[in-house]
């Protein structure tokens, strides 16, 4: 067995599973109510219980979400020249040859654009949320919010599948973080060098 | 007022003939069990201000001087318009919180509303109100009276012929027989429930020209629904196309010794 490298820690791993599933419950019970499918409302015991699914897990999210601040807020707002190289080369991801990616850090430039679209559109969501649940007598307001939740539900569910594709099979190996929070000191190597080298390793 | 057959009915208001005596705002609470409430003098006699939780309907009073008629003082009903093309059952999510009658009314089970007010933000007539316990509260056209082949409460109290209830066909015949040119809500949102002989222009009575259902829910309606249905569709074609077309990364060898 070679040496293994942690990069993530035991909270960052059960938080992650936290937002994931909270996540994944309010994407099925959202596409619940957008189209009234009375299937799934049954999955969760009728109209009332399923709202009261959709906005508690909602704020178990974006508590979760929040935390996530601590792991990653600062990595994903520190960009240099190897990022702008990143953008161009897109990451890598849109050819079949094996091509030299710019030197990556903990974070790599699109894992730090993701990171800050969902921290965004998670407030925007939850914030919209919360006005429905809550606010009453404010006829424009709950336009606004209605509105608002939808757009970006729109983009979780376009940017939540792809991270999870972009972090299980498109790169082989990633998933055990989820998991065990350790990577081989080689694939790090490879795939965070500049993290390595600020732990000196 | 046996009549059950399945055709549309509609409540026919005629301002002209409204004395403002509130007898509907009376005979919806009596019928329908709800409390009074406290509100404020705000200088009219209008009162409640606008529709509650606990006021299914209510006499609007505007007073809209003219050059001839210096007192001009306009009593008009407003309640649930029972569209037929209803912008809060077109968005509700809820099954079965929002129903169509076979009178043509839209009516409500409390049990199976959520709570999410897409009513109101649908309601070309800001209608909707939500209770205490967060669901829904309008006028259901008394449609439990309506199976007992009785009249709604509001049109049976009202002494003068102001609010009628019948068949829409022939409240609206009736209406233009009686010199009423065009009928407001005949064929606005595919015909209102809620019909309106109006001698002055809707808007002196608080009514728009034009009622629509508010262009963010159509918008909702139109393009955001099938948006995310494609968005997700796109995002899981998209990342099979690329497994297969491409595959997962690759990294040069080299760079790894290197580093």
């Known amino acids: 067995m070679s040496e293994m490298v942690r990069k993530a820690g035991n909270e960052e791993i059960i938080n992650h599973w936290i937002m994931a599933v909270s996540c994944i419950l309010l994407i099925i019970t ?18 009332y219980a399923m709202k009261v699914v959709h906005n508690w897990a909602g704020v178990v999210f974006i508590v979760s979400l929040f935390a996530t601040m601590f792991n990653y807020l600062r990595e994903a707002l520190t960009y240099d020249a190897d990022d702008w190289a990143w953008i161009k080369m897109g990451g890598g991801y849109l050819s079949k040859s094996a091509k030299k990616a710019p030197p990556m850090g903990k974070l790599n430039t699109g894992q730090k654009f993701y990171y800050l679209v969902i921290l965004a559109a998670g407030i925007v969501i939850a914030a919209s949320g919360f006005s429905i649940w809550q606010v009453q007598g404010n006829r424009a307001l709950t336009q606004v919010s209605h509105l608002v939740h939808n757009l970006a539900f729109i983009l979780f569910v376009v940017a939540v599948p792809v991270h999870a594709y972009l972090g299980t099979l498109a790169n082989p190996g990633t998933f055990r973080i989820m998991v065990y929070g350790t990577v081989p000191i080689e694939f790090a190597r490879k795939k965070y060098p500049k993290w390595m080298k600020e732990i000196g390793k | 007022m046996t009549n059950r057959t399945n055709k549309r009915k509609a409540i026919l208001v005629t301002p002209e003939v409204c004395i403002g005596c509130r007898g509907c705002q009376t005979a919806c609470k009596a019928w329908n069990q709800l409390p009074g409430m406290k509100t404020k003098n ?69 049990d199976k509303c959520i709570g999410c007010k897409l009513c109101v933000a649908g309601c070309p007539f800001d ?69 309106f002989a109006f001698k002055d222009a809707p808007k ?20 955001l629904k099938p948006l995310a249905v494609i968005g997700l569709g796109g995002a899981l074609a998209g990342a099979l196309l690329h497994y297969v077309a491409i595959g997962p990364h690759k990294d040069d060898d080299e760079e790894v010794k290197k580093s």
């Open chain 2, 204 to 223: 002196l009575y608080g009514y728009a020209d034009k009622p629509n259902i508010p262009e963010s829910v159509i918008f909702w309606h139109n393009v």
């Open chain 2, 127 to 195: 209608v909707p109100r939500y209770d205490k316990d967060g669901k829904i509260a309008k006028c259901h056209l008394c449609y439990d009276r309506l199976a007992e082949g009785m009249q709604p409460a509001c049109t049976k109290t009202c002494p003068t012929g102001a609010l009628r209830f019948g068949d829409r066909d022939q409240l609206i015949a009736q209406a233009k027989q009686a010199g009423y040119g065009k009928i407001y809500g005949e064929a606005d949102l595919g015909g209102l429930g809620t019909i």
């Open chain 1, 30 to 47: 959202g596409y619940g109510f957008l189209f009234q499918l009375k299937g799934v409302y049954a999955l969760f015991g009728g109209n």
């Open chain 2, 42 to 110: 705000t200088g009219t006699m209008q009162n409640p201000p606008d529709l509650e939780p606990v006021d299914y309907n209510m006499i609007r009073y505007s007073e809209v001087p003219s050059e001839t008629n210096p007192v001009r003082w306009l009593f008009v009903s407003r309640r649930c318009m029972h569209c037929d093309d209803a912008g809060c059952m077109r968005i509700c999510p809820a099954p079965g919180a929002l129903f169509r009658t076979k009178e043509g009314a839209v009516a409500f089970d409390k």
